[in-house]
């Protein structure tokens, strides 16, 4: 019979897994393809593609959100359900996904991103839209390449103990 354990743990992989998909979406196809733009055209596409989640997307909050709201709940209903190993995994995952997904985009990445929208790409020196974006694109790019594989890792643990139970 199914029962909350097994609805929140469907919605958690579910979820992390779409999360793990647009973060690894931007990793391998969105940066890579703006990375040949000069410039102010690199600043100005991410500036449009990150505006629309800085508007509260409703579908964009509702998976990202979701995620940690799933996770969470199968997490605490898990520390009645599982045993020994398959809640280790949850609970790894759990804390995987905080500290290597959440934590990251709210005290990294957002930041870094609204330093970049605060940027008038039309009204700026060509140096200071150089700079802006030298100190934005690498470490950027390379936190989410961690941020990516931790939740696609996350998805993987999931998975596991989905199918263990």
């Given at each position: ?58 579908l964009f909050l509702f998976v990202w959100l979701g995620s ?98």
């Amino acid at each position: 019979m199914i029962d909350f354990f097994d609805v929140s743990l469907i919605f958690s992989t579910l979820l992390c897994s779409l999360v793990a998909g647009f973060l690894f979406s931007y990793a391998i196809v969105v940066m890579p393809g703006i990375r040949n733009l000069d410039d102010r055209n690199f600043i100005k596409a991410f500036q449009v593609t990150d505006r629309i989640i800085q508007d509260n997307h409703p579908l964009f909050l509702f998976v990202w959100l979701g995620s940690v709201v799933a996770l969470i709940a199968c997490a605490v209903d898990g520390f009645d359900k599982l045993h020994g190993l398959d809640f280790v995994i949850l609970l790894l995952a759990a804390v995987g996904y905080i500290m290597g997904v959440q934590l990251p985009t709210i005290f990294f990445h957002l930041p870094l991103n609204n330093k970049l929208q605060k940027i008038d790409v039309d009204n700026v020196s060509d140096d200071n839209v150089k700079v802006a974006r030298l100190e934005f694109e690498k470490p950027w790019n390379r936190s989410n390449k961690i941020r990516a594989a931790m939740a696609v890792g996350v998805s993987f643990l999931l998975m596991f103990v989905a199918l263990r139970q």
